[in-house]
């Protein structure tokens, strides 16, 4: 019986060649996107507590209570205290505070007042294949709490 000289193992070493290649690309890409849905989540807490932060109206040392909860700066200076050591691409113009002031009709004489933190990240990749591909995952979250009606003057 004659052999066939043939490429019967060709596509088995190409196999072996490429395929560290993809399972690290793969590997990389999910180990990006696990630590930027980590960073999601914990902006998205920052924003919870800087939303519930900026509704008190009770600022240590003053015996008033403020009818629209705490100041745009001490909402700001509350967000950078709670961002992570690693975060250093974080500051201030990634923080947007803003109210919004709603009339109940069924209170017409006490309005309701919203305040709204947003806030933006960066994350970044620390896989080379994926950091050459995109520099960061941009982030964005906002949380909206209502000012307590019981301050209200």
């Known amino acids: 019986m004659k052999r066939k000289i043939g490429k019967n193992g060709q596509s088995m070493v190409e196999l072996c060649l490429i395929m560290p290649i993809l399972i690290m690309v793969l590997l990389g890409g999910i180990v990006d996107f696990g630590y930027a849905f980590y960073n999601y989540i914990t902006l998205q807490q920052i924003a919870n507590d800087?939303?519930?932060?900026?509704?008190?109206?009770?600022?240590?040392?003053v015996t008033l209570p403020s009818p629209t909860?705490?100041?745009d700066d001490e909402v700001g200076k509350f967000v950078q205290s709670k961002v992570p050591a690693n975060w250093v691409t974080f500051s201030a113009s990634n923080i947007v505070l803003t109210m919004t002031t709603v009339i109940d009709d069924?209170?017409?004489?006490?309005?309701?007042?919203y305040r709204r933190v947003t806030l933006s990240y960066g994350s970044p990749l620390y896989t080379p294949f994926w950091r050459s591909v995109w520099a960061n995952i941009p982030l964005s979250t906002s949380a909206v709490f209502q000012v307590p009606r019981s301050v209200l003057p």
Do not use: E, W
Request: aromatic residues 14%; proline residues 17%; charged residues 5%.
């Open 50 to 61: 800087a939303a519930l932060f900026a509704i008190n109206p009770y600022t240590p040392g």
């Open 69 to 71: 909860g705490q100041t």
């Open 106 to 113: 069924s209170h017409p004489t006490k309005p309701l007042y």
